[in-house]
């Protein structure tokens, strides 16, 4: 677990009174001393005339598997710092607005040992404390290296705009792609059981549509059916083009399958639409903020996050779309995405 993935837990799940706390202590100051984490960061925050308004947070909490030992949020502005809470053994001391908000002091007397006062206010309240804490609940996104966008093929196959995107970032970065196609192959070179293969087949015949095929080691495909009701099976494939020599014609153009491909140009290419989807997801909330911003949570709506964002959630795009899962191999992954 990284730090930022074991910060973002602290705040945001929600848990019962005496659970340990998910967090890996680190020994810097000694075996049996607390782990302490301070982060800085900036929100954006929509004002009515459509501009953003930025809004600087640090924010400092002290804790081991057991219990939150000290934990402050501190608003920083130009030629001042704000405390907007602070929390030590002895209780939570509010300041300014906070001091006399009847949920804030509903909340600190009876915060449990093992809550962080951030996750369970900025949950709960409309104040500057709720601000900060939708940076962790929809800005702070941890990305493993092994993350994969699973829907890629599918994507690429009826988004011209994320297609374009796509092969831009990855000439931009210099991976040697031009761009990323599908290329016909048989389907008996699937890394699938027949069975299978003729199972979904079946299924295709009776409601049309598109199969997207994943296998462990990298490579996508998509399988269809075609005019007559035979299968279709397209590989995803990245094109090159090598220069040979100093003239236009000195050029020699190549393909290969997504597991030829380097593990770092892999990991990119799963790692972009990420990114993309964050950005536009960033985006949209912009346009929606200042309306939950005037909208208060209600008591006990406080949400629960056991993972670290993972991109491809419920309620990420492509993820909405009607899919049946299929049997899986012990080589491949089998969606069903409906056309």
Known sequence: MSVLEALRGLVLEARTVGVMLRLPPHLLKGADEPTSFTIEFVVGRPRPDGLVEDRVFLYEVVADRRRIHRESLVEVRTRTEEVLFERDENGIELYGDLDENERANAHKTVIADNETFLGVLGADTESAVALAYGWFDRHLAVIHPGAEYVHLPSRL??????????????????????????????????????????????????????????????????????????????????????????????????????????????????????????????????????????TPCTPGSRRSSSSAGSPGSEGQPWSRSARRRGRMSDEARVERVRG
């Open 157 to 294: 196959d009826v988004d011209a705009v994320f297609t374009n995107a796509m092969n831009a970032g990855l000439t931009r970065a210099d991976t040697g792609i031009s761009r990323l196609d599908f290329e016909d192959m048989r389907v008996g070179a699937l890394s699938i059981p027949s069975d299978v293969v003729d199972e979904l087949v079946e299924t295709l015949r009776k409601t049309g549509g598109t199969v997207m095929l994943s296998t462990r080691n990298g490579d996508h495909a998509l399988l269809t059916l075609d005019d007559d009701g035979e299968p279709v099976v397209r590989r995803l494939v990245a094109h090159h083009e090598v220069e040979t020599g100093p003239g236009a014609e000195d050029r020699r153009s190549f393909s290969l399958r997504l597991r030829e491909e380097s593990d770092g140009t892999r990991r990119f290419m799963n790692l972009l639409p990420i990114l993309f989807q964050l950005r536009g997801q960033w985006m949209s909330a912009a346009s929606s903020s200042w309306r939950s911003w005037r």
